[in-house]
Every structure is written in C-alpha cells, then in structure tokens.
C-alpha cells in the first residue's frame, strides 16, 4: 500500500489504522511524507507495526512526484494507492488483490466510496472496462486502485506532475 502524505495530522492515524486492519493481511504499507510541517510523521513512527514503513523526502516534492518516487521504492506485485485522509474498508485489500489474482487480463481496479462528514454520500463507478472508458469522458473512474507493478514498469508509466490535481486522471 502507498500512501503519500502531507499535512494530514488529524486523519492519519485513523488511515493507517484502516489499512492494519484489513481481511487481507500480506502487505506492507509505505507511507511517503513529502515534508509536512505539521505532526503527521511524528504520529506514523507512532504505530508500532512492522510492515509500515516511513520515508521522508528531504524536499517537497508535490503529490504527482511524492507518488513517483514512492513507486520507485515498491517491489511488490501489486501496488494499492491510498491518501493519508482516507479510511478504507476493512476487505478492500482481499476484494482488489483477489479480482486481480483471479484475472490476469486485469491491469488496475478500483472501488467506490463514501464521502463522509458534511458531504456524506455514495459514489459508485462503472464495473466493466467498456463503461470505465465512457465514464472517463465525464470523471476520474479509478480511486483508490490497485494495479500490478508490471504496468507502470513495462509501460514506463508515471504521475503526471503537469496535471495537478489530476495527476493519476
């Protein structure tokens, strides 16, 4: 799991903590700060689990390049993306890792989710590859993928720095 992080004292804890206690419990979760100035680290090195792993950057590099440099720093098959503000569902790792398991023809997948807080609603994306391509017409249809690592190698695929805050569009 890569999680880049800036600034986000009072979510990550509670970000972490979703992903530690995930159905599926085979990964390591990388969080990459990219210099926050606030107690963001300080909280991470808090949690005693040993397959999180802190890198710190020793400038700001903005999300698209945060994300980059945390992708060369990942030699797992798969890769899941999840921001430091968000909290996952405890079997969205073992419903991402089995459907790409079970279907090697699949390249990335992703899920919906819940806006919580003063926005609360449901959001749900296109299921079928046909209608994804539709929908990105319109708005981003991956959030919060998971994606074999062999697609941003192979294909020499990267964050576009360019494209904030559409970055992973």
Sequence with gaps: VLMPTYNVTPYVKEAIESVLQQ?????????????????TVAIVRQINDPRIRVVQNERN?????????????ISTEYVSRMDGDDIAEPQWLEREVSILDSHPDI????????????????V???EHHEDCLT?????????????RMSLYRDRGLRYRTDAFPAEDY
């Design 23 to 39: 159905t599926y419990r085979d990964f390591a979760l990388l969080v990459i700060d990219d210099c926050s100035t606030d107690n």
């Design 61 to 73: 590099l903005g999300l698209a390049e945060n994300l980059n440099r945390g992708l060369s720093l």
């Design 107 to 122: 390249g990335i997948c992703g899920g919906g989710f819940e806006r919580f807080g003063s926005c609360k609603s449901l």
């Design 124 to 126: 749900r994306f296109p």
């Design 135 to 147: 929908n990105m017409l319109f708005e981003c249809s991956i959030i919060v993928p998971t994606f």
